[in-house]
C-alpha cells in the first residue's frame, strides 16, 4: 500500500534505528532523488541520468559548509535508475559512492533503496569475541554458480560443522566476473556478478537465521586500477606514499577529511544497510595517516559508538603485519582501539613445522619458534631480529586478552600467494593435516578456517583476474611471470591468471566432502568445535593457560580460574589437558606434576574415526594416593601441587590428544 508521507519518513526513520544515513551519492528521497558528490575542483558538476521520467541532464550546484560538495535534488528518479556525473563538461562517471554497478566498473551506476529489503534478524544482536569461529570464503569459488544466493543453502553444513561466522572475502565491485576482491573499485558496490546488494542483503539475513555472524572483508589501503576514476573528482590519493599494490590512499593530506569520511561512512554502510557483524581491515599496514587522530582510531571510535546506538555489538579485525598490540589496545592505553588481529606468527609456525618448508618469511621460523613459543605470546618477533626481514621486528602482547588474536594454518593469502596455490591437503600427509586442525582449534585465540579445509580440499587458490584493459592484463602476467622465473618456479610462470581455466580449477570439490577421506577428516573437525561448545575451558579468555613445550612436544593445561569459596570452586573445578606431537615417531609426553587426579582422553586427532591407528594413551592413572575430598582441609591439601612420580602419555606420531579431570568426586570420570 502506498504510505502517506509522514508515515513514510516515520518508517525510514524506524528502519535506521542508529540514526545514521549516507551523506553522498544517490540519496532516495520522496519527490526523487538528493545526487550529492565530492568534487572540490570542479568549476561544474551534472548529473546525467538514463532513461525513466527523469532522463537527461541535471546541474548540481556547490553546498556552502560541505567543502567540495556538490548537490542537486531531482524530481521523479526512483530506483533502478542509473545516473553518472559530468565533471566539467566529461564523460559520465559512476558515482564514488555507488551502491550498485549493474554494468562494471566502467558503467553507470544504479539508485538503489536500501530500506525496500524485509529484514528477520530483529532478535539478533551481534557476536561478543569469544564467540567468533570464523569461516573464510570467497563468494566466486565456494559454489559452482559463485553467487550470494548459492552460498545459502550451504549455511546449514556450516553451522552443523560448528563454525560461528563466515567472513566474506572483498565483494566491492572489481572489473570482470572473477577476482580475489583486492582490486575493487567501487567500494560501496556489491559486485554485480555476485548477484548485487539485495542479494548481499539476503545472504547476511539467511547467515543470521542460521545463528551465524558475518565478517566482510573490506580494503580501505588501496583502490583497484580498473575502473579507478576517483581522480577527476579529487584528492583520493597521495604521492607521498607508496603501497605494495598501488597508489596510497590521502588518508592524512590536503583534502584528505572528505577521503577519511568516503571510506569511515563505507564501513557505517556496511553495518547498518547489510547487518554485517565485523569488518575484516585488509593489510592496515598500508593505510598511512600521521595526523594526530589516527585512521583506525577514528574508525573504531565511530563504529563501536554506531553499534552501541543500534544495540548490536559490531567488531573491527585488522590484518597487519607489523606484530603490534597497539592495534588493539584501547585508545586510553595508547592504542587504536580495534577489537582483534591477525596473529600470522601463529601461521608460520604450524606450517613450518608441519612441513618443513624453510623458503621466504618461513627462515624466520627454523629451528626457532615452537608450538609452545606462540601458544604463549602470538607475535613470536616482538622486537627481535628477523632474518627474512634482516632487522628488528614486532612488539610484546604481554597483557592483551588472548581473545583478541585471530590464527589459522591456512587462509587465502598464506594457500594463494604460494607459486602454485597449494592447500595443506596437497603438501602434507593426513595425519599432519589432523594436528594441524587440532593446533588451531584447540589454540588460545579466536579460530579461522580457510574454505573446503574442513574436508581436506586439494584444489588450488591460484591468483586470478578478468581485466578488461589488455595492457593491464599483460602487465599482471609478465610481473609474475618474472617473479616465478625468478625463483625457479617454472610451472607457475607459465599459470596465465586471466584465464577462465585458471579460475575453474580454484573452484571447491563438494564431492571431495562426502570421500572416504574427507569425510574422516571432516569428522574430527566438527568433534573438534564440538568439543570447543562443550568445554568453557576451550572459549577464548575463558580459562588459565598454562604452556610446556619443545621442538618435540608442547602441551597446554587449561583451566577455570577460582572463583569465590575455594572448597566450592575445586570441587567443581573441570580442567582440560591437551598434548601435541611435531614430530614424525611416536612420542612420551609429561603429563603435568600438579594433577593428583588422573586423566581420561577425551578426543585424539589418532583414533581410527578420523583414519588414525589408536596409539594414543587412553587413560592415565592417579600418580599417588590422594586424600578423599570429605573436608575442607583435605580437598585443600589435595587441590595443592605436589611431588609426584614422573608420569607420561604416548601419542602418536603428528597427532594431538585432548585429557580431561574432573573434581566433582575427586576422581577421573
Known amino acids: 500500500m502506498t504510505l502517506p508521507p509522514v508515515m513514510e519518513l516515520l518508517e525510514q ?9 549516507l551523506r553522498r551519492g544517490a540519496l532516495l528521497r520522496q519527490e526523487g532523488v538528493t545526487f550529492k558528490v565530492w568534487a572540490p575542483r570542479a568549476k561544474e558538476v551534472v548529473v546525467h541520468v538514463a532513461g525513466g521520467a527523469a532522463a537527461g541532464e541535471h546541474p548540481l550546484t556547490r553546498v556552502e559548509d560541505e567543502r567540495g ?16 556525473f559530468r565533471i566539467d563538461g566529461g564523460t559520465p562517471l559512476p558515482d564514488p559512492v555507488s551502491r550498485s554497478q549493474p554494468d562494471g566498473v566502467h558503467g553507470l551506476s544504479e539508485v538503489i533503496d536500501p530500506t525496500q529489503f524485509a529484514w528477520q534478524d530483529g532478535n539478533w544482536g551481534g557476536m561478543s569475541l569469544p564467540d567468533f569461529v570464523i569461516y573464510e570464503l570467497h563468494v566466486g569459488t565456494f559454489t559452482p554458480e559463485g553467487t550470494f544466493d548459492a552460498i545459502i543453502p550451504r549455511l546449514g553444513q556450516l553451522a552443523a560443522l560448528g563454525i560461528t561466522a563466515i567472513e566474506i572475502m572483498p ?35 539467511a547467515a543470521h537465521q542460521h545463528g551465524l555472524g558475518v565478517v566482510l572483508d573490506v580494503v580501505y589501503n588501496h583502490v583497484g586500477p580498473e575502473g579507478n576514476y576517483l581522480d577527476q573528482f579529487g584528492p583520493y590519493f597521495t604521492d607521498v606514499y607508496r603501497t605494495p599494490w598501488g597508489r596510497a590512499v590521502n588518508y592524512d593530506g590536503p583534502g584528505s577529511d572528505a577521503v577519511r569520511r568516503w571510506a ?25 595517516d600521521f595526523g594526530a587522530l589516527a585512521f583506525l582510531e577514528e574508525l573504531s571510535d565511530e563504529v563501536h559508538e554506531l553499534g552501541r546506538r543500534m544495540g548490536r555489538k559490531v567488531q573491527l579485525m585488522a590484518e597487519s603485519d607489523l606484530n603490534d598490540p597497539r592495534l588493539i589496545r584501547p585508545p586510553e592505553h595508547g592504542g587504536y582501539g580495534v577489537d582483534a588481529q591477525w596473529a600470522d606468527d601463529v601461521h608460520h609456525t604450524i606450517h613450518a613445522t608441519l612441513t618443513g618448508e624453510r623458503h621466504g ?31 628488528m621486528h614486532g612488539r610484546s602482547s604481554a597483557g592483551v586478552p588472548r581473545q583478541r588474536f585471530i590464527v589459522c594454518a591456512q587462509n587465502h593469502d598464506q594457500v594463494g600467494n604460494r607459486p602454485l596455490g597449494e592447500r595443506l591437503a596437497s603438501l602434507v600427509p593426513a595425519e599432519r593435516q589432523r594436528l594441524a586442525a587440532a593446533l588451531v582449534l584447540l589454540s588460545p585465540y579466536i579460530p579461522l578456517l580457510f574454505m573446503g579445509e574442513e574436508y581436506g580440499e586439494t584444489a588450488p587458490f591460484l591468483y586470478f583476474i578478468e581485466h578488461g584493459d589488455p595492457a593491464l592484463v599483460e602487465a599482471v602476467r609478465a610481473g609474475r611471470r618474472r617473479e616465478f622465473e625468478a625463483l625457479g618456479q617454472t610451472a607457475a610462470a607459465q599459470i596465465d591468471p586471466q584465464s577462465e581455466e585458471t579460475f575453474a580449477r580454484v573452484k571447491l570439490d563438494w564431492d571431495r566432502r562426502e570421500s572416504p577421506s574427507g569425510a574422516q577428516l571432516l569428522a574430527l573437525y566438527m568433534d ?32 577455570m580460574p577460582l572463583q569465590g569459596d ?9 580442567t582440560l589437558w591437551c598434548a601435541f606431537n611435531a614430530t614424525g615417531r611416536p612420542q612420551d609426553v609429561p603429563v603435568p606434576a600438579e594433577a593428583p587426579w588422573g586423566w581420561r582422553l577425551r ?10 591407528v589408536g596409539l594414543t594413551t587412553a587413560i592415565v592413572p592417579p600418580a599417588d594416593q590422594v586424600p578423599a575430598p570429605d573436608s575442607p582441609k583435605r580437598l585443600l591439601t589435595a587441590a595443592r601441587p605436589t611431588e609426584h612420580r614422573a608420569r607420561t602419555v604416548r601419542l602418536a606420531p603428528w597427532s594431538a590428544a585432548v585429557y580431561v579431570r574432573d573434581f566433582e568426586d575427586g576422581s577421573s570420570t
Open 603 to 612: 578426543l585424539s586427532t589418532d583414533e581410527p574415526t578420523y583414519g588414525g
Open 171 to 205: 565483494v566491492a565491485e572489481f572489473p570482470g566476473a572473477r577476482n580475489w576482491g583486492y582490486d575493487g573499485v567501487h567500494l560501496y558496490a556489491p559486485h554485480h556478478a555476485y548477484g548485487g546488494p539485495e542479494a548481499l542483503r539476503r545472504l547476511v539475513n
Open 69 to 84: 560538495v556538490w548537490s542537486a535534488l531531482v524530481p521523479n528518479v526512483v530506483a533502478g535508475d542509473r545516473y553518472g
Open 361 to 391: 618469511y618461513y627462515q624466520d621460523f627454523q629451528g626457532i619458534a615452537t608450538i609452545a613459543d606462540v601458544y604463549r605470546e602470538p607475535f613470536f618477533y616482538s622486537w627481535r631480529y628477523a632474518p627474512h626481514r634482516d632487522r
Open 566 to 574: 575455594i572448597f566450592d570452586a575445586v570441587r567443581a573445578q573441570r
Open 264 to 288: 569511515h561512512d563505507n564501513a557505517m554502510y556496511w553495518i547498518c544497510e547489510f547487518h554485517v557483524d565485523a569488518l575484516r581491515l585488509d593489510a592496515v599496514q598500508g593505510i598511512f
Open 528 to 559: 573438534l568445535l564440538a568439543l570447543r561448545r562443550e568445554e568453557p575451558t576451550l572459549k577464548p579468555g575463558a580459562s588459565v593457560v598454562h604452556v610446556e613445550g619443545s621442538t618435540a612436544w608442547c602441551t597446554q593445561l587449561r583451566s
Open 13 to 21: 526513520e524506524i528502519s535506521r534505528p542508529s540514526g545514521w544515513t
